[in-house]
């Protein structure tokens, strides 16, 4: 006797934000559903193309795990990135001062820490694909001038990304160790990392 799968509970969160990038098509930025997109979440983790995002091992549970505790703040966020309708990216952010990157450097206010995962390819890579949503992400973090400075700390091994965030804007930061943070929800370990800086412009709000 066969039994039935548990079927994946569907997501009804609707997205904060939509901006129609001309000659790429419709992303929307929509609040992370961790019972709906676990799974989705987890196949993205696990790859070995995302090691620098630590979660290698991480079981679709504690995929979960991990997202309903980002989901109970009020100073971190996740969204499920979607182009015309396909997800394609993971985006994160979090108050900085509210995080363990402020014991690494001097938050100033209105400091807004990112973290991106790109969901695997379809097909050949292609051009601009990652620079279009990072345009997207940053027009969002500023639309309401809440932001002031967008923070990316990249794994320092992971000099493809540091040097994609260089062509796009941001300036270098100082290499940091972030310290470990053991909770009964989430285990982040011990991280050396590069810090990249975007400022604010006046166009950008």
Same mark, same amino acid.
């Given at each position: 006797?066969?039994?039935?799968?548990?079927?994946?509970?569907?997501?009804?969160?609707?997205?904060?934000?939509?901006?129609?990038?001309?000659?790429?098509?419709?992303?929307?930025?929509?609040?992370?559903?961790?019972?709906?997109?676990?799974?989705?979440?987890?196949?993205?983790?696990?790859?070995? +193309?995302?090691?620098?995002?630590?979660?290698? %091992?991480?079981?679709?549970?504690?995929?979960?795990?991990?997202?309903?505790? &980002?989901?109970? +703040?009020?100073?971190?966020?996740?969204?499920?990135?979607?182009?015309?309708?396909?997800?394609?990216?993971?985006?994160?952010?979090?108050?900085?001062?509210?995080?363990?990157?402020?014991?690494?450097?001097?938050?100033?206010?209105?400091? &807004?820490?990112?973290?991106?995962?790109?969901?695997?390819?379809?097909?050949?890579?292609?051009?601009?694909?990652?620079?279009?949503?990072?345009? &997207?992400?940053?027009?969002?973090?500023?639309?309401?001038?809440?932001?002031?400075?967008?923070?990316? %700390?990249?794994? &320092?091994?992971?000099?493809?990304?540091?040097?994609?965030?260089?062509?796009?804007?941001?300036?270098?930061?100082?290499?940091? %160790?972030?310290?470990?943070?053991?909770?009964? %929800?989430?285990?982040?370990?011990?991280?050396?990392?590069?810090?990249?800086?975007?400022?604010?412009?006046?166009?950008?709000?």
């Amino acid at each position: 006797m066969t039994t039935p799968a548990t079927p994946t509970p569907t997501a009804t969160r609707q997205p904060v934000f939509t901006r129609l990038v001309e000659g790429f098509g419709a992303v929307t930025l929509t609040p992370l559903d961790p019972a709906a997109d676990s799974a989705l979440i987890h196949g993205w983790v696990t790859e070995e +193309r995302a090691r620098f995002w630590g979660m290698a %091992e991480a079981s679709r549970e504690l995929v979960r795990e991990i997202y309903e505790d &980002v989901d109970r +703040r009020t100073t971190h966020h996740a969204f499920l990135v979607r182009r015309d309708g396909r997800p394609v990216a993971l985006f994160q952010t979090y108050d900085c001062a509210e995080d363990r990157i402020s014991e690494c450097y001097e938050v100033r206010p209105g400091d &807004v820490g990112i973290h991106l995962l790109l969901a695997p390819a379809q097909g050949a890579p292609e051009h601009g694909f990652s620079a279009a949503l990072v345009g &997207v992400f940053t027009a969002y973090l500023f639309s309401d001038g809440g932001a002031r400075r967008v923070v990316g %700390e990249p794994d &320092v091994r992971n000099t493809k990304v540091i040097a994609f965030l260089r062509r796009s804007g941001f300036t270098l930061g100082p290499e940091i %160790e972030l310290p470990e943070i053991d909770l009964p %929800e989430v285990y982040l370990p011990v991280k050396k990392a590069r810090l990249v800086f975007l400022n604010a412009t006046p166009g950008s709000r």
